[in-house]
């Protein structure tokens, strides 16, 4: 069964920093491109990384300085950093694998998102 599970999520004070985790299940991960996006509350989802199959790694704008995506293919995993949180930080973070091993084309898998709360 193909799945994608993330975890890592919580409350977090402003500040401080939260290593979320996406694990990998049914396929071949290190054949894929993998991302993160985010939804925040009454707002569309957005794309935060990607990173290519070979560790090569894309920030959008939003995911641009506080965010680090990073992968080990050896246990199908991927992660995002998040560091210096901000109240605005505070979303729904999903983990997504694109359909080829860069980071082009569409994502055609998703996980179920793992809930991101930065609050004093």
């Known amino acids: 069964q193909l799945q994608l599970v993330e975890s890592g999520g919580g409350l977090v004070q402003p500040g401080g920093s939260l290593r979320l985790s996406c694990a990998t299940y049914?396929?071949?991960?290190?054949?894929?491109?993998m991302g993160w996006f985010r939804q925040a509350p009454g707002k569309e989802r957005e794309e935060v990384a990607c990173?290519?199959?070979?560790?090569?790694?894309y920030y959008t704008n939003l995911g641009k300085g506080r965010f680090t995506i990073s992968r080990d293919n050896a246990k199908n995993s991927v992660w995002l950093q998040i560091d210096s949180l901000k109240a605005e930080d505070t979303a729904v973070y999903y983990c997504?694998?694109?359909?080829?091993?860069?980071?082009?084309?569409?994502?055609?898998?998703w996980g179920q998102g793992t809930q991101v709360t930065v609050s004093s």
């Open positions: 990173i290519t199959f070979a560790g090569v790694t």
């Open positions: 997504a694998r694109r359909q080829m091993w860069s980071c082009d084309g569409q994502y055609s898998l």
């Open positions: 049914g396929f071949k991960m290190g054949t894929y491109g």
